[in-house]
């Protein structure tokens, strides 16, 4: 037998007590699992107590008209196998909702044994489905209807591991960086021809070139001359890290979620060199072979959706750097050139800053400097 010590839950609603109403139950009492133990009253409603397990009544804390904490214990039971015992929480402030987890799934909802023992049964969370019988109690006609409107095929996800990391990375990303976006067109005309004919003539040992060699190409090219771009500002020490190698982060689709491998020294590898490691780290990140040091370290990132790119985007900071840029979809478009309308393969390249270190003056001008290399492409063919 082990001791199971039963808290009031967090009923919700920003309640932090409830008033115990009656007691269903007394000490040395067999109790069957889903039992009704106990009522409690918030300003909002009257609220049944179940029993999360079956077992024998050992202690009542409190009495009818008592004031219960969230989180205070209500009943202890002996159960026959031991229970995972929530956290017991400090009493919480005024207007606040402990964290503490309720005993059972359906606690603060009104329903009779059977019907919860069918809920569970049935995979539905009661504290979902509305009830038609007194004082809004659930009943069986009620779980019926539900599962009629498809609303139990509702799946809770917890969020674990590498996706946990992405959102809490990028939230105090979002929190802590003023975001400035700019977004500009360039004329892809020329580079897509030479794309081409190098992909056309290459020996079978170089790989296919996609557009972002060439842009990893334009950014080792254009960034010297635009140091404060390719840094890491690190805001607790007040400090700017302005970095001459240029190691690009690149965003990379994986099954458990999106990754940043690092093609480090990009100023020292030509089109084919960067495609070569481009593709290695993409491959290591998609099987979870690659290194923590293949993971670290960028100082400035490309994400792109290749042909599912879109307009435009507004890409999040990988914080610490202070620049991304989120090259979209290349799409042919009317444009004028010398008084004449005509079709050239246009892109639009959205960009992100982080505002605190870079004005938009440095982020326009370091995006014309970009579409300039990117525009006239030949120096990116040529070995570093």
């Not at 909002?44 to 202690?59: C, D, F, L, S, Y």
């Not at 079978?204 to 010297?224: G, I």
């Not at 700017?240 to 093609?263: D, E, F, K, N, W």
């Not at 042919?332 to 270190?357: C, E, K, W, Y």
Request: proline fraction near 8%; charge should be negative; glycine fraction near 8%.
């Amino acid at each position: 037998m082990a001791r199971f010590i039963f808290r009031l839950p967090d009923i919700g609603e920003g309640v932090t007590q409830a008033e115990l109403t009656a007691w269903h139950v007394g000490v040395g009492e067999r109790l069957a699992e889903d039992q009704l133990m106990a009522e409690v009253m918030t300003d909002k409603a009257n609220v049944e107590m179940t029993a999360p397990a079956a077992g024998i009544v050992r202690a009542l804390h409190g009495r009818p008209g008592e004031k219960i904490a969230v989180g205070a214990p209500l009943i202890e039971l002996e159960t026959d196998a031991p229970m995972a015992q929530p956290a017991s929480p400090a009493t919480p402030p005024a207007g606040s909702a402990p964290a503490t987890p309720p005993a059972t799934a359906s606690a603060g909802v009104r329903a009779a044994p059977a019907t919860r023992r069918l809920a569970r049964e049935q995979g539905i969370d009661l504290r979902h489905v509305p009830g038609t019988g007194p004082e809004g109690r659930i009943t069986a006609a009620d779980l019926a209807a539900f599962q009629s409107h498809g609303e139990a095929d509702v799946r809770e996800i917890p969020i674990l591991g590498l996706r946990r990391q992405i959102a809490d990375h990028l939230q105090a990303a979002t929190r802590d960086i003023p975001h400035f976006t700019y977004v500009e067109e360039i004329d892809m005309t020329a580079l897509e021809a030479l794309r081409a004919t190098l992909n056309a003539e290459r020996a079978t040992d170089q790989p296919h070139l996609t557009l972002l060699p060439f842009f990893m190409r334009a950014l080792a090219l254009t960034l010297p001359r635009h140091p404060q771009l390719n840094a890491r500002y690190d805001g607790a020490a007040g400090l700017l890290r302005v970095y001459r190698p240029v190691h690009i982060g690149i965003a990379t689709q994986s099954p458990g979620g999106l990754l940043v491998p690092v093609v480090r020294h990009a100023e020292r590898l030509d089109l084919w060199g960067a495609a070569r490691e481009l593709a290695r780290l993409a491959s290591a990140a998609r099987d979870g072979h690659a290194r923590r040091e293949e993971l670290t370290g960028s100082t400035i990132t490309l994400t792109s959706l290749g042909a599912l790119g879109g307009l435009a985007a507004t890409p999040i900071l990988n914080a610490p750097e202070v620049a991304i840029l989120a090259p979209n979809k290349l799409t042919p478009r009317p444009v004028v050139q010398g008084g004449q309308i005509v079709i050239r393969t246009m892109m639009n390249l959205s960009a992100a800053f982080d505002h605190r270190i870079i004005d938009g003056f440095e982020a326009a001008t370091f995006i014309q400097a970009l579409r300039g290399a990117l525009e006239t492409p030949a120096a990116l063919a040529a070995p570093p």
